[in-house]
């Protein structure tokens, strides 16, 4: 049974350039979250995908978008990129209706913008 | 406005003794909790969660207190071993209509056990 997965592991960017990160939720799993990781601190919420809308938004400006599809993996999505947009960027699955179960996280995708 | 805080970047141990780790938390509307465990490299494991009727939940060696007067979550290791040796956070989120929410996370506590 495969967990969340994230691809790619890595990447380097450059200020200004676009960058397309993807999950694959856990089989069974309906719900995507996003979450940027700074260097240090905790996972802050992007947003989160359910029935290939987004349902819930966190404090990130427009640059950050997602898409999910009717497979329920997930993209996010982010333009004009900043020196501090460098992070680890987690993606999150669970099921829609269970919320008292845990979300479960892929390993990142570690982003560096140069 | 950071709403759930762990105040001790660093934990060590001995091995076989109790870790316990801390976090407090301000938004009141929070009512499900959870201790997620990271290895580098890797992205985080959840290991124990508790809901707000709840004051103690017990999963092996760990078990996770939540005292909800205080807004004060605690998560204790016994016995601590070297393998548990991981930055370990915290998570709190509030209902919203049944559905599966968000999760806001403390900075993480970096527990060693040493042998």
């Known amino acids: 049974d495969a967990g969340v997965t994230q691809s790619p592991t890595h990447l380097i960017k450059t200020r200004g350039q676009q960058v397309t990160l993807r999950c694959s939720p856990k089989s069974g799993h309906d719900t995507v979250s996003w979450y940027q990781q700074a260097l240090g601190q905790g996972p802050q919420f992007i947003f989160q995908?359910?029935?290939?809308?987004?349902?819930q938004r966190g404090n990130f400006p427009d640059r950050f978008s997602g898409h999910q599809f009717p497979n329920y993996s997930s993209e996010l999505n982010v333009n004009a990129l900043l020196l501090g947009d460098s992070a680890l960027y987690l993606c999150a699955s669970s099921t829609w209706d269970a919320w008292n179960q845990p979300q479960h996280f892929g390993d990142g995708t570690r982003l560096s913008i140069l | 406005d950071q709403q759930v805080k762990q105040n001790s970047p660093s934990l060590s141990v001995q091995e076989g003794r109790i870790s316990i780790l801390n976090c407090d938390y301000t938004n009141s509307m929070f009512d499900y909790f959870l201790w997620y465990k990271k290895y580098p490299a890797e992205g985080p494991t959840f290991l124990i969660s508790i809901s707000s009727i709840k004051d103690k939940n017990e999963d092996g060696r760990f078990t996770v207190f939540l005292n909800k007067s205080a807004k004060h979550l605690s998560l204790h290791i016994v016995p601590s071993q070297p393998g548990d040796s991981a930055v370990y956070f915290c998570?709190?989120?509030?209902?919203?209509?049944?559905?599966?929410?968000?999760?806001?996370f403390g900075s993480g506590t970096q527990l060693t056990v040493l042998p």
């Open positions: 995908y359910y029935e290939e809308e987004e349902r």
């Open positions: 998570a709190a989120s509030a209902t919203r209509g049944g559905s599966a929410r968000q999760l806001t």
